[in-house]
């Protein structure tokens, strides 16, 4: 079973568990800066709809590029840290693996412009 993450837009995540080509279940949750705090529990969700757990997704695939900087990375940092923990594949939406210099593959986001990130006085 490969597990689909897609944190791509500021306000939603998709996810997905497929068999193959075949579609098991799907669910998109709207967030508006809060994807870290809905992502797992929206995984743990999606696995129990489906009658399964975490330990029968044998591979993830998380889209790698899109609109939000750290939406993105949580998604990112999600899918990377499932992987190394359950030690399985964890492939970008294009297809890519960087492998670590350790047993195991990373996804590197790919953003489309520069952070805004402001600070506080």
Same mark, same amino acid.
């Given at each position: 079973?490969?597990?689909?993450?897609?944190?791509?837009?500021?306000?939603?995540?998709?996810?997905?568990?497929?068999?193959?080509?075949?579609?098991?279940?799907?669910?998109? =949750? #709207?967030?508006?800066?809060?994807?870290?705090?809905?992502?797992? /529990?929206?995984?743990?969700?999606?696995? $129990?709809?489906?009658? @399964?757990?975490?330990?029968?997704?044998?591979?993830?695939?998380?889209?790698?590029?899109?609109?939000?900087?750290?939406?993105?990375?949580?998604?990112? =940092? #999600?899918?990377?840290?499932?992987?190394?923990?359950?030690?399985? /594949?964890?492939?970008?939406?294009?297809? $890519?693996?960087?492998? @670590?210099?350790?047993?195991?593959?990373?996804?590197?986001?790919?953003?489309?412009?520069?952070?805004?990130?402001?600070?506080?006085?």
């Amino acid at each position: 079973m490969t597990l689909h993450i897609d944190t791509s837009k500021n306000n939603l995540i998709y996810l997905a568990l497929k068999n193959g080509d075949e579609l098991i279940l799907e669910k998109k =949750i #709207t967030v508006r800066y809060n994807q870290a705090e809905k992502l797992l /529990p929206g995984i743990d969700e999606i696995l $129990k709809s489906a009658n @399964s757990d975490i330990a029968k997704i044998q591979e993830i695939i998380v889209v790698n590029s899109g609109e939000g900087f750290t939406a993105l990375r949580i998604g990112i =940092i #999600t899918a990377n840290a499932l992987g190394f923990a359950l030690n399985i /594949p964890v492939f970008s939406s294009d297809n $890519k693996q960087i492998k @670590s210099n350790y047993d195991f593959s990373v996804i590197e986001p790919k953003y489309k412009k520069e952070p805004n990130i402001t600070t506080r006085n």
